[in-house]
T-cell receptor
Framework: DAKTTQPPSMDCAEGRAANLPCNHS???????VYWYRQIHSQGPQYIIHGLKNNETNEMASLIITEDRKSSTLILPHATLRDTAVYYC????????????????FGTGTRLQVTL | DTEVTQTPKHLVMGMTNKKSLKCEQHMGHRAMYWYKQKAKKPPELMFV???????INESVPSRFSPECPNSSLLNLHLHALQPEDSALYLC??????????????FGPGTRLTVL
């Protein structure tokens, strides 16, 4: 699976959009971009994933560049409860090898939402 | 029920003790996972069970012994652990192992301290 690079920390004011970048310059054609977050003392929580098109769900939007070498997770109106470590993960589709389920977490971005 | 439950929440054990961590899900998921997370580090995959069979063992020492008695339960048996094994142990489940894009649902973890 391709490696990802994320800034170690970011701050965001409550009510503003939080834009979390992720570089994955070695991503290959069949690899998806996943985002999970981990609120302090809890297990990680799935947020969103995408291949090449932009994706949106009730939690966030995912913008993937045309060359797929980077992506941005957008939390449109951050709240204090969004304070967490956000992990960007690139995951392949090795369906028949049994490794499709592996999630390799990088160091993530610690997002601090402030009043 | 969309929860993964883990017991106990906290566990303190000596190096000669034998203990077990338990994980349960009732979402009908057929893949279950154990991760280990040291303080301020990302989760690291230990084991994957798919359809109650061990699918992936990430070269984990034999003092950690997983067991999947049925599709809803996953245990991690601990014996002769070392203080450096102190960590948060996370259980996760997903619909299955081979179908890609299945998000993983994580439990809250068991915080283990080895004295």
């Amino acid at each position: 699976d391709a490696k990802t690079t994320q800034p170690p920390s970011m701050d965001c004011a409550e009510g503003r959009a939080a834009n979390l970048p992720c570089n994955h310059s070695t991503i290959s054609g069949n690899e998806y971009v996943y985002w999970y977050r981990q609120i302090h003392s809890q297990g990680p929580q799935y947020i969103i994933h995408g291949l090449k098109n932009n994706e949106t769900n009730e939690m966030a939007s995912l913008i993937i560049t045309e060359d797929r070498k980077s992506s941005t997770l957008i939390l449109p109106h951050a709240t204090l409860r969004d304070t967490a470590v956000y992990y960007c993960i690139v995951r392949g589709l090795l369906i028949n090898t049994g490794t499709a389920s592996k999630l390799t977490f990088g160091t993530g971005t610690r997002l601090q939402v402030t009043l | 029920d969309t929860e993964v439950t883990q017991t106990p929440k906290h566990l303190v054990m000596g190096m000669t003790n034998k203990k077990s961590l338990k994980c349960e899900q009732h979402m009908g998921h057929r893949a279950m996972y154990w991760y280990k997370q040291k303080a301020k580090k990302p989760p690291e995959l230990m084991f994957v069970y798919s359809y109650e069979k061990l699918s992936i063992n990430e070269s984990v020492p034999s003092r950690f012994s997983p067991e999947c008695p049925n599709s809803s339960l996953l245990n991690l048996h601990l014996h002769a652990l070392q203080p450096e094994d102190s960590a948060l142990y996370l259980c996760a489940s997903s619909q299955d192992n081979l179908a890609e894009l299945n998000e993983q649902f994580f439990g809250p973890g068991t915080r283990l301290t080895v004295l």
